[in-house]
């Protein structure tokens, strides 16, 4: 074979081999075409981003931040989801908390209103009766509304309080000191067993709240002539502050739903009470890196138990 022949077969073979590689270049890019393609519909459909099987590094990469770019979107609309819920669901129960106290008020103020109508005189004593029932309804909702605030700023972390050593006996005889009236006029005896003073990781004054709830919920399910006990026991890392009553008690399937937003055991529904003091003081605790648990059987009393840090000292 001469070179002449020799030569053109070489060039019919380069040609041969470049179209052939321009189809493989042509079906890599239409493939990473149609495979970025969907990766788009998937995006804009709302759909999960499928991994294209392109080997290729720089596609492989633009797909993976693809997927967790959709994974990001539908975190963030899940979230978006839930928030609105939680609104709905929080103005829903603002609005059943608000009704009953708001409904009285009016009843009461109609009443007052209406004095001396129709030949009816209400009495000086009913009068004050009246008034002084339109002040607790008042009290009632004034209590609400600020609990509520307190409950969805801690939850939105809009409020930030500083926890630190601080001795517990003060904080503890504060909470007495709230509910003390309200203990007298059922005859519940309230004992504080001995214990050292100490100082433990939390805020005074949330702390107190704390406490307060516990104690006002001891005083409202423990019978007249009851008996509500303080007392505490140390631990290497947290100490314990109990609250035991002599009350009604709570039923094993409610121990850990009576921590939640708004519940309400079904056997003091028609009991005075709004079911935000748990929650509320669940959320003070979490704040101070401490924690609350229950222990009680129906009809035997309840135990609360508080745990905070102990202080390095």
């Known amino acids: 074979m001469g070179r002449m022949e020799i030569l053109a077969a070489a060039a019919v073979i380069l040609a041969a081999g470049c179209t052939v590689a321009a189809w493989i270049f042509y079906r890599q890019k239409k493939n990473m075409y149609q495979a970025l393609s969907r990766m788009m519909d998937d995006l804009l459909e709302d759909r999960v981003v499928t ?36 609104v709905k669901s929080l103005i829903s129960n603002m609005s059943h908390q608000l009704k009953t106290p708001l409904t009285n008020i009016m009843m009461y103020e109609e009443i ?15 009068q004050k009766k009246f008034l002084a029932k339109m002040r607790a309804q008042s009290e009632k909702v004034d209590w609400i509304l600020n609990s509520l605030f307190k409950m969805v ?75 509500i006990t303080i007392g505490m026991q140390r631990f290497e890392m947290y100490t314990e502050i109990r609250i035991r009553d002599t009350g009604i008690g709570i039923e094993q399937k409610e121990q850990t739903e009576i921590f939640k937003r708004f519940y309400r055991s079904r056997g003091v529904e028609n009991q005075e009470g709004s079911g935000i003091g748990l929650y509320l003081s669940k959320l003070i605790l979490e704040k101070e890196k401490g924690y609350m648990n229950v222990a009680s059987r129906k ?6 138990s508080v745990f905070l840090q102990n202080s390095q000292e």
């Open 153 to 227: 700023r801690l939850e939105q972390n809009v409020i930030v309080f500083e926890a630190g050593p601080n001795l517990i006996r003060k904080t503890i005889l504060d909470a007495v000191n709230l509910i003390y009236e309200k203990a007298q006029r059922k005859q519940i005896e309230i004992e504080t067993e001995y214990f050292p003073d100490c100082s433990l990781f939390h805020n005074p004054r949330w702390t107190t709240e704390v406490f307060a709830n516990l104690l006002e919920n001891a005083v409202k399910y423990t019978p007249e002539g009851g008996k």
């Open 112 to 126: 007052l209103s209406s004095d001396g109508a129709a030949g009816t005189k209400l009495s000086k004593e009913d």
């Open 299 to 304: 009809g035997m009393g309840s135990c609360f």
């Open 51 to 86: 991994l294209t099987d392109l080997k290729e590094g720089e596609v492989s990469a633009l797909a993976g931040k693809a997927k967790r770019l959709s994974e990001k979107l539908q975190s963030e609309i899940g979230q978006a989801t839930q928030e609105k819920e939680q």
